[in-house]
């Protein structure tokens, strides 16, 4: 139905590693937002891309980078992995900063850092 | 910095009793979004306000901005099985949102 499609769906890396998440926005959507999600937690906010470049950011470390491509499609990047960052990834695509019918979210990618 | 609270972290009520939860920012918003996300799915967009004291409804479901634009509510009748999640409200700081830690909320049948 041409929403939000993220990949993979499920990983498992070690500590130390580095792992690439990615993520197709919903059809005629040109902005994408990463959030992470801890069990019970609710999103919190990593970073904005549009227009291929990363216009806000939340509070976490230089480890988590990004991009997106001319086609509005994005990856995630995360470095040097912790234990800590293990979580529910999620992508959510917008028109411009979701301000004129909210974002759409992915299912998500699981985390998971041994 | 921007913070938004949700109360409560849980609610269970019995199928048929109503639902309230409230969410409050620590500085004036622009907008404010609600979001619902079921048992191991990801946050559904639900509604967005906008103007002080706005009132929307969706079927059950009643949305309010506050007047100061700093707090908003989400109210339930009728709660139904169907009902069952985790409601997230989004403060919106220009073109930044920020969420809530959300209220889970269970429906005995």
């Known amino acids: 139905d041409a929403g939000v499609t993220q990949s993979p769906t499920h990983l498992i890396k070690t500590r130390g590693q580095q792992v690439t998440l990615r993520c197709s926005p919903k059809s005629g959507h040109d902005t994408v937002s990463w959030y992470q999600q801890a069990l019970g937690q609710g999103p919190q906010f990593i970073f904005q891309y549009y227009e291929e470049e990363e216009r806000q950011r939340g509070n976490f470390p230089d480890r988590f980078s990004g991009h997106q491509f001319p086609n509005y499609s994005s990856e995630l990047n995360v470095n040097a992995l912790l234990l800590g960052d293990s979580a529910l990834y999620l992508c959510?695509?917008?028109?411009?900063?979701?301000?004129?019918?909210?974002?759409?979210f992915g299912s998500g990618t699981r985390l998971t850092v041994v | 910095g921007q913070q938004v609270m949700q109360i409560p972290q849980y609610q269970h009520v019995q199928e048929g009793e109503d639902f309230t939860t409230y969410c409050n920012s620590s500085?004036?918003?622009?907008?404010i979004q609600w979001y619902k996300q079921r048992p191991g799915g990801h946050p559904v967009f639900l509604i967005q306000?906008?103007?002080?004291?706005e009132v929307k409804k969706q079927k059950r479901l009643t949305f309010q901005f506050g007047e100061a634009k700093k707090n908003s509510s989400l109210h339930i009748t009728a709660t139904q099985t169907t009902d069952v999640g985790t409601y997230f409200c989004?403060?919106?700081?220009?073109?930044?949102?920020?969420f809530g830690p959300g209220t889970r909320l269970s429906v005995l049948p």
């Open positions: 306000l906008v103007k002080s004291g």
């Open positions: 500085t004036t918003l622009s907008n």
């Open positions: 989004a403060g919106g700081y220009g073109q930044n949102f920020v």
């Open positions: 959510a695509s917008s028109l411009r900063a979701g301000l004129n019918g909210g974002y759409t």
